[in-house]
């Protein structure tokens, strides 16, 4: 597994780039069958982490888990007509099951929303079974034929949250809750700033009233739709009969909200913050936030120098650090360094027989800003004193930079035909925001002409000062949209 | 929800019982696709604890976590022949995907040996890179037709954890180190103590060299396989290329093990513990330890019973203890009590305005001992104080139940005849100990005249202390066997 042979560098091919640091830094493989991939422990380990953090705020939002089987009849995605439309080209089928032809064919789950609003038909009577808030975590099947590990696979793991409401005003509240939720999530812990807003109808998931996206710009300036929350009005409960009794006696349809980001956040983690050496993974989601690293030569050093590393990781890990001890000492301290610096591991805290007689450590950061050193040379006390502050530095620092690159790379005003906006994209801009009329045809355009897509109609917050007054198609704007080369 | 209506009594009809508690405590439901079954929230809460409680132990002893796709090529299922022949009646098979027909058909996972000794053949190339010790969480398929919740259903829930060694004997002490591990959790969380053992050539995966099991008998006497660790040997290294370079220089295949537990230990749960008025959950697995239950009937009273209950919680909740407040006050608290007997929270505590009045609360036992009452009334500090200790006793009086439970039907000695063993079973025992003299014939007779099956060739802590003479076919006996009907 030692493997110094250097990266491609991003500049100078960030999609190879992108494949080769995945399988080295061991998050993922490719596997036997065609579009699927294997989650190899490291990768999982920090899709483990995201889920934790997820499920948490889910949680303490009223959210339980629950699970709904990966089989759909096909009858039953058939019953919406955009869903199947939208679905239909992706579905992998059992034809056969148990040595016969299956009476009626079944279908993998591409998403899970015709058989679990079946479900609440079954359990929801009455407004007091309202609302019901639930989330599965599960894998899924789209088939693809241009994949990518993590961004694009034909199975892939993910949750999918599925809500009922007895109002349409609560089930927009829960759309837009969960929305939050995702960018304070995709912010804080894996430092992946997006840029929040409705979808156009175009890009809405296929059977939604309106589909709410979080978009993150990555290095290369491309952007990646982190996650959707879509607000599905009543078009699956009139289809699958999910009624209640309201407080008045009146039978009336539910209002549906459906919900998900995947462990495509992984391959966004990868583009927001590698470079040449590797990953870099947030302190927050790294399964090791510190390796420790023994260094020694000869057996007399190896007691003392164990005893050392042993002694920091169990303080460190007192201090509630994840601290892992590298005690491969069949690999060069330079394998040992490559592999995980390559893994993105936040700090490494190296001990060898010279710092002992110094009475220091080592502590390495895979990440400096300007002007910090690489290395440095701590007491053993303060290095680990400092090292929770040092993973809150490095966080806050990551997010930082993320915002700024994000910042940097848009171009807010000034972009007024599809003919300038190719242009912006060309010179090295990443999401271009821009007056829109609303005109679908004027996205058909864009996307011939520049390859963009209308990635949202950005939230409050993301808006810029002024307001565009045209549509790139030279009609009037009616609305400030982003656009960008995409995922 | 509110269902007052009586359970069907186990001694009446244990396995009318058994469907009716299951829908009735929410641990599941019946879903549209045939075999296939819906876990609800409060199952799914139980399996989470689960999961969280043997991931602990997984990952204690070095095991990691990974993920490996759902479909395998149909190729890949043949190649190791028993393998083969063992799930190949059993298996879905997707035909058709994105729209065509596949050149070659995939199977959904019965179990994932195939792939994941293909990923490990391709990651492993030297002795330094063993052991690999992986598990992953997943779904798994086979196809059923006479289905049961939680017990046997086409899909379910699992862990399988595949291991690689440099050594049989490695690869040996693995299989027993996981067997040890289930049994503990088996015992320590779902009281649920299992005789362990070796399975008989008849009973073991398909494609290992030797199975462990694991056997629980349920209050009908009847033996819940709850678990198996497989010793595969080089079976499958041998069809996947596994090889290694051995210290010494040479190219030798790896020794393979594979384990798993399912959600069918829920089944296990309901029926070990269960009553006529509902399950029992044991309080390290349930998701609420303890209820509130506010009661009161004017508005006068509502805030003073809020607050103590909340009061109340809160402490509760800083000792440690899950607790959940039913503030449903649509519901009667009829209704609520009989909620929460059906899902089996360990306690309840209710207050209201009279306990108020003589600084009360009330603390009602899910589960009560002979001569302990089934409602304390305690002051509010009292009752938070003791409450970690309750939970602690009950866990224990739970196991303790289940322990002389499963020794008090079980026949040891004196049963020397095949027929003799079919009316030892019909008489009510529950598992059966004799001699056998290895001979698979015996075993086929017995399933003809008794229905029952060897379970478990039991480990040396679960034999009698007199080893039998006579096998049931009189034969000199080479072994003590344990017979029983099972699940």
Redesign the interface.
């Known amino acids: 597994?030692a493997d110094d042979k250097a990266l491609t560098p991003r500049s100078e091919d960030f999609s190879a780039w992108y494949n080769e640091v995945v399988l080295r830094a061991e998050l993922a493989?490719y596997?036997?069958?065609r579009g699927?991939?294997?989650?190899?422990?490291w990768g999982?380990?920090i899709?483990?982490n995201m889920q934790r953090a997820l499920d948490d705020m889910f949680k303490a939002t009223g959210h339980?888990?629950?699970?709904?089987?990966?089989?759909?009849?096909m009858s039953?995605i058939e019953r919406e007509k955009e869903h199947v439309e939208g679905f239909?080209?992706?579905?992998?089928?059992?034809?056969?099951?148990?040595?016969k032809e299956l009476e009626e064919h079944?279908v993998?789950r591409p998403t899970s929303e015709t058989?679990i609003y079946?479900?609440y038909a079954?359990?929801v009577q009455s407004y007091?079974?309202l609302p019901v808030l639930?989330n599965q975590w599960?894998?899924v099947?789209r088939?693809?034929?241009r994949t990518r590990l993590f961004l694009r696979t034909?199975?892939f793991?993910w949750q999918e949250g599925h809500t009922a409401h007895a109002t349409e005003a609560e089930a927009e509240e829960e759309t837009l809750l969960i929305l939050d939720i995702y960018r304070r999530f995709m912010e804080e812990w894996i430092a992946m700033p997006p840029v929040t807003g409705l979808k156009s109808e175009s890009e809405r998931f296929a059977g939604a009233v309106r589909t709410y996206g979080l978009e993150a710009m990555m290095q290369d300036r491309k952007a990646l739709q982190a996650g959707t929350s879509h607000m599905l009005g009543q078009n699956f409960s009139r289809q699958f009969g999910l009624t209640f009794q309201s407080e008045e006696g009146q039978e009336e349809y539910a209002w549906n909200t459906s919900w998900g980001v995947s462990t495509r956040l992984i391959g966004g983690l990868v583009m927001s913050h590698g470079d040449d050496r590797g990953i870099v993974v947030p302190p927050k989601l790294a399964p090791a936030q510190v390796v420790m690293l023994p260094i020694f030569r000869s057996d007399d050093d190896r007691e003392a120098v164990f005893g050392a590393c042993n002694r920091v990781a169990g303080a460190l890990s007192e201090a509630g650090v994840r601290v892992r001890l590298d005690d491969?000492t069949?690999l060069s301290p330079g394998a040992r360094f490559w592999e995980w610096e390559r893994k993105g591991v936040p700090f490494r805290v190296e001990i060898g027989p010279k710092d002992l007689e110094k009475g220091q450590v080592v502590v390495a950061r895979r990440v400096h800003g300007e002007g910090e050193d690489r290395k440095m040379f701590l007491p053993e006390s303060e290095a680990i004193g400092r090292m929770p502050g040092l993973l809150d530095e490095l966080q806050a620092h990551l997010l930082e930079t993320a915002r700024t690159r994000r910042e940097r790379d848009s171009v807010r005003g000034g972009v007024e035909s599809v003919e300038a906006l190719g242009e912006a994209l060309d010179d090295g801009a990443g999401f271009v925001y821009t007056g829109w009329s609303g005109d679908p045809a004027v996205e058909e355009r864009v996307k011939e002409v520049t390859k963009a897509t209308l990635r949202v109609i950005p939230s409050e917050e993301f808006r810029s000062g002024s307001a565009p007054e045209r549509c790139l198609g030279g009609e009037p704007s009616k609305m400030e949209v982003v656009w960008a080369r995409a995922y």
């Open positions: 597994m493989d596997s036997p069958v699927s991939m294997v989650i190899r422990p999982y380990a899709w483990e339980e888990n629950a699970y709904f089987p990966l089989l759909i009849p039953f239909k080209p992706e579905l992998a089928v059992v034809t056969h099951a148990g040595g079944l993998i058989v079946s479900m079954k359990w007091r079974d639930m599960a894998n099947m088939w693809e034929l034909s199975e793991l491969r069949h």
